[in-house]
């Protein structure tokens, strides 16, 4: 299935969630079993010959291809959480929203150093939750193989605020 093809599946919805806003809706693509799968495999393929030992899913979306993804790179997963989901000792990050800070969570025993890490998520608009997610993964000491998304919107910039990694993405707008 084509590029093309699974950018078709994305079902867009006008003034979602605030009047301005076109919001790329997901769901439409993930009922699709053949565009579910494809995506998937268009996510993994530039990591496929990396030796990655954990995979990273961003909360809460980037469950939806992190898992899958862990399970067909033999990799472990770590949940990547806002603040308050995750039972044991954590470590935080607190991140920019355009209105207002979130903050993200993971264990402090997920990540031990050197082990490399591909890090995943649904959607990279302006880079922040992911940029938050990098942090706590190097204060873990992870090495960050890369970051793998379905969707990038390109006229938010994201990607600029990565610092040079290793980006990759299925479907641009």
């Given at each position: 299935m084509s590029v093309e093809a699974l950018r078709e599946k994305v079902r867009e919805i006008p003034d979602f969630p605030k009047p301005g806003?076109?919001?790329?809706?997901?769901?439409?693509?993930?009922?699709d079993a053949t565009a579910?799968?494809?995506a998937i495999?268009?996510?993994?393929?530039?990591?496929r010959r990396e030796k990655i030992d954990l995979v990273v899913g961003m909360e809460s979306r980037g469950f939806i291809f992190s898992a899958p993804m862990a399970y067909e790179l033999g990799a472990g997963l770590v949940p990547v959480r806002k603040l308050g989901k995750l039972p044991a000792e954590t470590l935080s990050v607190e991140y920019?929203?355009?209105y207002g800070s979130n903050t993200l969570e993971i264990h402090r025993d997920a990540i031990q150093p050197g082990q490399n890490v591909l890090?995943?998520?649904d959607l990279l608009a302006t880079?922040?939750?992911?940029?938050?997610t990098i942090e706590l993964i190097e204060r873990l000491k992870g090495n960050i193989v890369g970051l793998a998304f379905l969707v990038e919107l390109d006229f938010l910039h994201g990607r600029d605020r990565l610092e040079g990694r290793r980006v990759t993405s299925v479907i641009r707008y």
């Open positions: 806003i076109l919001f790329y809706d997901i769901t439409t693509l993930l009922k579910y799968r494809e495999a268009q996510m993994l393929e530039p990591y920019a929203l355009e890090v995943v998520d880079g922040g939750t992911v940029h938050g």
